[in-house]
């Protein structure tokens, strides 16, 4: 399978969220239906050129699975974050590079289950599209969203929540918890952590260990401390998924290729994408592979380049490689193989990467 390419959209609608966040509605084509076909909890990668940087953002798709010839993302403003605040001028009528749907973090709809969902700010972007796609499409399942802000003007797609919470009165439940703002409910203010979330377990306002999946999205913090409050609940490790935003507070930076090292000898690596080799030497000490690749000329499939979202993952085929970071694979995928060459390392003389491999 080809490794995923960038496809020239044409933004279709814009709408304010919250004074900090928009959600940009791209049109889809017909010819680019299928190509940018999604699972529910799905994101996109954006691409452009801003102050003469190459520089990429995923943000997750929040469109019901139903919705066609469309898909809407949210974009929350991030404070020096060039990519969120190039993305918030965009208008209707403005085109720009966007990569088909990518992720794990996903629902496969079908059958009757139980879920929980939690999300801190702009963590809802996924949750919503799950939500809105199961309550479609599950008649039999339930959906109980916790949705962590700083306060009501901070919570996007209010009117979208609003409106499932009128639709699916029964299947659905929607707890804001407020951190900056007094709600009539004592127990829904503060901060969504570990120790909030066993007290609103305790007070049956939510049950994570009779949900079939739990899906935790928004920054680090927040997701490691609601992992570790539902696994201290006893839900098992494979009922939780969780999608990491950024894995310390501000966006991912852009790999810039550092100045090449003393070393002379250099790991020699051969490239599979699209069913062409191409050979480029990687100085372990310097590098990993993605920025050494840049420098190269050579065009990798990337967008987080800090080990999150997995668009750069690939197979080793021959050699071996150490990664410095790695939020996004799987313990099954390293065991057979797979790597994230924006965090790859060469430990070997030569190393052969596949990134058609699926
Ligand atoms: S580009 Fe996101 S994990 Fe490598």
Redo the contacts with the bound molecule.
């Keep these: 399978m080809a490794a995923p390419r960038f496809h020239e959209l044409e933004i279709a609608a814009v709408r304010n969220e919250t004074p900090d966040a928009v959600a940009i509605t791209f049109a889809i084509p017909g010819d680019l239906d299928e190509t940018f076909a999604f699972v529910p909890g799905q994101y996109l990668t954006l691409r452009a050129d801003i102050g003469g940087q190459d520089m990429r953002r995923s943000y997750s798709i929040c469109s019901p699975l139903e919705q066609t010839g469309r898909r809407t993302v949210g974009v929350k403003h991030i404070e020096n974050g060039r990519f969120s605040g190039f993305a918030q001028s965009l208008k209707p009528g403005d085109r720009i590079q966007v990569m088909p749907p990518q992720g794990r973090f996903t629902a496969q709809i079908g059958g009757d289950h139980d879920y929980l969902l939690l999300a801190a700010g702009s963590g809802i972007t996924p949750c919503l599209s799950i939500a809105r796609s199961v309550l479609a499409g599950e008649p039999g399942s339930s959906v109980t969203l916790l949705y962590a802000n700083r306060n009501s003007a901070s919570v996007m797609f209010r009117d979208d929540l609003n409106d499932l919470k009128d639709r699916y009165t029964t299947r659905f439940t929607l707890l804001h918890v407020m951190d900056e703002e007094i709600q009539d409910v004592e127990i829904m203010n503060g901060r969504l952590d570990a120790a909030k979330l066993e007290t609103l377990a305790s007070h049956g306002l939510i049950d994570p260990k009779s949900a079939d999946a739990i899906y935790i999205c928004g920054p680090e913090p927040m997701i490691r401390s609601a992992s570790t409050a539902m696994l201290g609940l006893g839900v098992d490790r494979d009922r939780l998924k969780f999608e990491l935003f950024t894995p310390a507070p501000g966006a991912a930076p852009a790999p810039e290729p550092k100045p090449a090292s003393g070393i002379k000898h250099g790991a020699a690596v051969e490239i599979i994408l699209d069913g062409a080799r191409r050979m480029i030497t990687v100085d372990a000490e310097a590098d990993t592979v993605?920025t050494a690749a840049m420098r190269a000329g050579l065009d990798l499939p990337?967008?987080?380049?800090?080990?999150?979202?997995?668009?750069?993952?690939c197979k080793i085929v021959e050699g071996t490689a150490t990664m410095d970071e790695n939020?996004?694979l799987e313990p099954w995928e390293i065991a057979a193989g797979f790597t994230?060459?924006?965090?790859s390392r060469p430990t070997t003389d030569k190393l052969v990467l596949d990134f058609d491999a699926q």
């Design positions: 993605l990337y967008s987080c380049a800090g080990g999150m979202c997995c668009t750069c993952r939020f996004s994230l060459a924006c965090q």
